[in-house]
């Protein structure tokens, strides 16, 4: 069972809300800040069962979801859990992704309750909100620009809009660089990168151009093998994995070593419960792990000398009185292993009487820090408690003093010198007796020699035990170089973290803090300040609940905890800076605080963007109330089929345009077809599955324009619907989105403007076909009686009735298109062969420019071969036009992907960006300088898109003002 302080250290090293409860009444052991804010509780609420800390949630099932995991054992998790809190006093809904997870002891006894949440609130109201406002925006904006000037204030808010958006985005993007972890986020579906910080890519290798791209592709195979399966495993439980300490190797400095680290995998859900993706966090813990490794092999190290020299070791907490003995120094003592130790019951007890008064002063000299340095190394006399039985021993310690050389631990070493002190007795009475009886000496001299013998052997055994003493001395002064080498790894962790420390001296009410935390205060004097000092540059609005903070966890009854958000202003730079600071204050048996320390970390960026997300979020509903108001005024409908789903839904006017029955949403969209007019269906249906059809359009865009009859016996109405479907990015279509104007006025006009252009054109025919007969007569008589100025008049005056003839063709056949009678005769021909053809016309008639017919391979198409050569010569014959004398028109044929682009590329005066997208329009002409020589009436590339869109092909144009055009249309590929 894990110590209140490692459950504390546990949940404050979660990156995300957590807390651990204990016993079937619930009670909060350990919670971090992040589970507290999600509460709006204080560190107050330790110790506390978790209904009398957060009562709002008394009936809501928490408790007995907890009471099942603590009586069955078993892990409860939901993805989308829903609870009602107390947020700003007021009770609100909010969701969480939380889980119960059971915490075991030594036995395998459930003693408590981990549980961890993650707030979705935002993520359920505003993830698909968002993508569906993003849709409908795009959707509109094409749109309203036919709506008028009331509409163009609109679309420019709409802009502003999409900018913040974005900004946004990249606010987020470099949140996730920034994460001191390995972080990114990896599609469930085809396992592509969605998002990856440098950490991660780094981690696995690879650089930023992977992102975007499946696993299988960028890593090698069996490590994407591994992942894809885990992803696999994941997306199919819908489990998060956790792994620890796992061991990895990784490139550095192009070489191979060994890593650890923990990491996490945990699925992402869309609003239907789907695993959409898996988040990765993984956190390396390589130095940790072999920080562990060193401590413990320092400790075997240890046992090792103590086995090998068979010492002792003592240790006693002088501030606290607790004196600690291991087995060898108990057994020294005649202490039953069991028993506690106390330093006047067992130690000045366990004193021979005739060396008590010595050792103890030794041991007081030993604290006196200006008399012997805490150094403590005395040889005295034991008697055992057990069998009272007498041994010498040789005692050699430390002691360790604070700022104020007051002892506060006291560490050291004993060991049996019996033999050694039993040796040197026995010398000392030979030299005795030697003194007593030196006349006899000369008699007895093999005795002497004996004696002098065993003196020797004696001596040598002392010298061994020196030598042995000299080793454990030289051993422990490498574990303290090992501790120091802890220490400072610890720094540099620090250090990479960006995290400062400080540590508050309750007695001399001073901060001691490191650098990178005087930086936080804009500081860089001195390490250790009164506390004063540092209150006095917190920002004024701060320093009482900052104070009020640091006072309360110096209260026993706090816990000791401090975690708070707070401004500082730079006592040297000026700068406002915000900081997250936590620690934790330690006290005595009495309740009394003897040490506060913690760390401290600059959240002014976060800061800054929380408060730039809220502007944002306000921002969008106050664009959202702009849509409405935008869309009730062009009096809209809108639609959004779900394709996945098979779900269609339509707005209020939408159903009243097609007079469709009052539900939110629909599962089969028949009725809408039922209500198009029979002669315009097909057509509509052709536009819907080509904007459906992945690489049919080069955005699934959908614009078209059909008639309907929403009711029996109602008049034939007219809309236009505008709308976008959406792909996977494997090209499978996801929604098809957009709106829906009636334009019944709007065609009853135009079709009005039409019949009477087919009406005047076709009795502008008659007359110009009598005056094109009676100019002929005029040039034979003029050329007959040899009147050449009669004759060139007459032939001038034929061109220009030919001209006229050209111009009423056209808009007859404007007519016709608008009244759906331009028919197309299709058959199977080679497209190389209708090429040529034109080659061989442009011979005849352009002189003025060089045409290059590129090499055509054959490339049999079905189609109306007379309307194809049509729309070719007028590209030809615009180039020619457009285009300065003597410069070059390239015309090409290629084939790719079953279909067969023609192209005709000149070297003009191009088109601006801002008239491309007219330009094949009605009437459409683009207006300049350079257009007031040109003549023509923005016909021409009008026929050609309706003849091109009745084959089921495309249309358009790539040009660069100022160097020239390119003119292409597409059309399907034939067996």
């Not at 170089?481 to 995290?499: G, N, T, Y």
């Not at 079953?898 to 191009?910: F, I, L, P, Q, S």
């Not at 003549?935 to 358009?956: A, D, Q, S, V």
Request: hydrophobic share 35%.
């Amino acid at each position: 069972m894990l110590s209140t302080y490692a459950q504390e250290v546990m949940v404050n090293a979660l990156p995300i809300p957590a807390v651990i409860f204990s016993g079937p009444e619930h009670t909060i052991s350990a919670v971090n800040s992040h589970m507290l804010a999600i509460w709006s509780k204080e560190s107050t609420v330790i110790g506390k069962s978790l209904l009398d800390a957060v009562p709002e949630i008394r009936d809501q099932g928490f408790a007995e979801l907890l009471s099942g995991v603590y009586a069955t054992g078993k892990h409860y998790h939901d993805p989308d859990g829903k609870a009602e809190l107390v947020v700003d006093g007021k009770l609100r809904t909010k969701y969480f992704d939380f889980s119960f997870e059971p915490l075991h002891d030594g036995n395998g006894n459930i003693y408590g309750v981990l549980n961890t949440a993650l707030d979705i609130t935002e993520r359920v109201v505003y993830g698909q909100q968002l993508q569906q406002f993003n849709d409908r925006l795009q959707t509109l904006n094409e749109e309203l620009e036919t709506s008028g000037e009331k509409l163009k204030t609109a679309y420019d808010h709409l802009d502003n809009t999409y900018n913040t958006l974005s900004i946004a985005n990249q606010k987020a993007e470099l949140l996730l660089k920034g994460a001191p972890v390995a972080v990114g986020v990896i599609d469930a579906g085809n396992y592509k990168i969605d998002t990856a910080n440098t950490r991660l890519l780094e981690l696995w290798g690879i650089g930023n151009e992977s992102i975007g791209k499946p696993l299988d592709q960028v890593l090698p195979r069996p490590e994407s093998e591994f992942l894809i399966a885990l992803i696999h495993q994941i997306r199919n439980s819908g489990q998060t994995l956790y792994g620890h300490d796992v061991e990895t190797l990784i490139e550095r400095e192009v070489v191979w070593a060994t890593a650890y680290f923990n990491f996490v995998y945990h699925p992402i859900r869309n609003l239907q419960g789907a695993v959409i993706s898996i988040q990765v966090v993984a956190n390396e813990v390589t130095g940790q792990r072999n920080a562990k490794i060193g401590v413990d092999a320092a400790f075997t190290q240890l046992n090792l000398a103590k086995k090998a020299t068979n010492f002792g070791v003592f240790d006693l907490d002088v501030v606290n009185d607790l004196l600690y003995w291991d087995e060898r120094t108990r057994s020294i003592f005649g202490v039953d292993p069991s028993k506690e130790v106390g330093y006047s019951s067992d130690f000045s007890n366990g004193l021979h009487p005739g060396d008590r008064e010595r050792t103890l002063q030794a041991v007081s000299n030993a604290y006196n820090r200006s008399l012997t340095g805490g150094l403590y190394d005395i040889e005295y006399r034991v008697i055992d408690a057990g069998n009272a039985s007498i041994c010498w021993v040789r005692a050699v310690g430390q002691v360790y003093f604070n700022d104020k050389s007051e002892p506060q631990r006291f560490i050291g070493t004993v060991v049996d010198i019996t033999a050694a002190v039993e040796a040197r007795q026995k010398l000392e009475a030979s030299e005795l007796q030697q003194q007593e009886l030196n006349e006899e000496l000369s008699a007895i001299n093999e005795e002497l020699n004996a004696i002098n013998e065993e003196y020797q052997a004696s001596n040598e055994e002392l010298n061994a035990t020196n030598e042995e003493l000299q080793s454990i001395q030289e051993e422990r002064a490498l574990l303290h170089q090992e501790l120091s080498i802890k220490e400072e790894r610890l720094r540099f962790s620090m250090k990479a973290a960006d995290v400062g420390t400080w540590d508050l001296d309750i007695t001399n009410n001073q901060v001691r803090w490191d650098d990178r935390c005087k930086e936080f205060y804009g500081f860089y004097k001195d390490d250790v300040v009164p506390y004063e000092e540092v209150l006095r540059y917190i920002h004024p609005e701060d320093q009482a609940r900052v104070n009020e903070a640091v006072m309360h966890a110096l209260d026993s009854a706090s816990g000791g905890i401090y975690d708070i958000e707070f401004r500082t202003i730079g006592a040297e730079d000026r700068r406002l800076r915000w900081l997250h600071c936590s620690g934790k204050a330690f006290f005595d048996q009495d309740g009394n605080a003897y040490r506060f320390s913690g760390i401290a970390q600059d959240i002014t960026m976060q800061k800054g963007q929380a408060d730039e997300l809220a502007v944002t979020h306000l921002k969008i509903k106050e664009k959202e109330e702009q849509l409405s108001s935008a869309k009730e005024a062009a009096k809209l409908g809108l639609f959004d089929w779900d394709l996945v789903n098979k779900v269609y839904n339509w707005d209020a006017r939408f159903r009243d345009i097609f007079s469709l029955p009052e539900q939110d949403n629909f599962l089969d969209n028949s009725l809408i077809f039922e209500r198009i007019h029979p002669d315009d269906l097909e057509r509509v249906k052709q536009a819907v599955r080509r904007s459906q059809t992945y690489g049919q359009s080069t955005d699934g865009g959908y614009d078209i324009q059909y008639r309907i009859s929403a009711k029996d016996n109602a008049a034939e109405r007219w809309v236009r619907a505008i709308g976008k479907t959406l792909f996977s990015a494997e090209g499978t279509p996801l929604r098809f989105i957009g709106s829906v104007l009636e334009i019944t006025e709007q065609k009853m006009e135009e079709q009005r403007r039409i019949d009477f252009i087919g009406i005047v054109s076709h009795e502008l025919r008659s007359p110009l076909t009598s005056m094109n007969g009676y100019l002929q007569l005029l040039e034979r008589n003029a050329k007959k009686n040899g009147d050449d100025f009669t004759g060139n008049m007459a032939l001038k005056a034929r061109r220009q009735v030919d001209k006229m003839g050209g111009m009423i063709t056209g808009f007859l056949d404007v007519a016709r298109v608008g009244e759906g009678k331009i028919k197309i005769s299709c058959k199977p021909f080679d497209m190389a062969d209708l090429v040529k053809s034109a080659e061989s016309e442009s011979l005849v008639t352009i002189s003025t420019h060089t045409i290059i017919y590129h090499p055509v391979e054959y490339t049999p198409v079905y189609a109306d071969e007379d309307k194809i050569e049509q729309v070719l010569i007028n590209f030809i014959n615009n180039a020619v036009k457009y285009s300065p004398p003597d410069t070059t028109i390239n015309v090409s044929v290629k084939n790719s992907n079953g279909e067969v682009r023609v192209c005709v590329k000149d070297a003009g005066m191009g088109i601006p960006a801002k008239d491309i997208p007219y330009l094949f329009d009605r009437f459409y002409r683009v207006e300049g300088e350079h257009m007031q020589t040109t003549k023509g009436f923005g016909i021409g590339l009008y026929l050609c898109r309706e003849i091109i869109e009745l084959h089921g092909g495309k249309i358009g144009v790539e040009s660069i003002f100022g160097e020239g055009s390119t003119f292409w249309f597409e059309l399907p590929l034939v067996n």
